[in-house]
């Protein structure tokens, strides 16, 4: 369906003859469920969605609602596959491999991080400034100290 830009009225519509029989493609949706369960979410992992939806050939009488993924057994770098899924009985995926829905990456740490860059920063930091007095005060030594041999 075509819109018009500005006024957002209908412009143009295509309709497809479905045959009786003959699948069709469609994208279904994909529902997460007990994600309060997962081990790997509970310890603070991330899931990580590839797919909201999954595009399908099904029969037009057989199109589901959704697909749902069961996340309560999942760990940390687990995933969630097409055959996971489950109500995929009636469909074939439009991708002929048995590919990843989600994931449950582990959590990073900022906390860390934070405190690798301080401490890398603090030594290289630390030189610098006691070097700054003894420069200053080598400059005045040295001018002092030619005055003092001569």
Known sequence: MQFHPVSDAPEHVDFQRLAPG???RVSVPVHFENDGLSPGLKRGGVLNVIRHTVE????????PEQFTANLADLDFNDAVRWQDLQGTANARP????????ATVAPPTKQTDTVAETTAAAAPVAAPVAAAAPAAAGGARGGAGGGARRG
């Open 22 to 24: 003959e699948p069709i």
């Open 56 to 63: 399908v050939y099904v029969d037009p009488e057989q199109i």
């Open 94 to 101: 439009a991708i002929a491999r048995n590919f990843v829905v």
